[in-house]
C-alpha cells in the first residue's frame, strides 16, 4: 500500500507562494505518474497538475497555468506544487495521488488510486 503524506500547506496573502511537498512511501516511486488536486468548501474535488514519470511531461488546469510548477525528486520520493501569485480563489484543501492506470495523466479523481491526507491552503484577500 502506497502512502502519501502532504506538507506546506498555511495561510498566505493574496499575490504570495507556497510550495507544497507529497512525500510517498515505497521504492518505486519514479515509476509512479503524480497529481495534485484540490477542494473548496462545498466544491467537489477538482484536478489542478500531474506530472509524468519524466519530469518533462507536466499538465495543468488552466485556472492555475502560468501561476503553478509541479516537480519530482525521484531520489527524495517527493512530489513538489510550486504555487505563486496566489489567489483567494484558490484556497482549499490540496490533495496529492498516484496515477492508478492508463496514460501519463488525466484530469479525472477515478483514474487516480493512492491518496494523501490532505494539506490546507488558505489566501487571504
Known amino acids: 500500500q502506497v502512502q502519501l503524506v502532504e506538507s506546506g500547506g498555511g495561510l498566505v496573502q493574496a499575490g504570495g507562494s507556497l510550495r507544497l511537498s507529497c512525500a510517498v512511501s515505497?521504492?518505486?516511486?519514479?515509476?509512479?505518474?503524480m497529481g495534485w488536486f484540490r477542494q473548496a468548501p462545498g466544491r467537489e474535488r477538482e484536478f489542478v497538475a500531474a506530472i509524468g514519470r519524466s519530469v518533462s511531461s507536466t499538465y495543468f488546469a488552466d485556472s492555475v497555468k502560468g501561476r503553478f510548477t509541479i516537480s519530482r525528486d525521484n531520489a527524495k520520493n517527493t512530489v513538489y506544487l510550486q504555487m505563486n501569485s496566489l489567489k483567494p480563489e484558490d484556497t482549499a484543501v490540496y490533495y496529492c495521488?498516484?496515477?492508478?492506470?492508463?496514460?501519463?495523466?488525466?484530469?479525472?479523481?477515478?483514474?487516480?488510486?493512492?491518496w494523501g491526507q490532505g494539506t490546507q491552503v488558505t489566501v487571504s484577500s
Open positions: 495521488a498516484v496515477k492508478a492506470r492508463g496514460s501519463w495523466y488525466s484530469t479525472l479523481e477515478a483514474d487516480f488510486g493512492s
Open positions: 515505497g521504492r518505486t516511486f519514479s515509476m509512479y505518474n
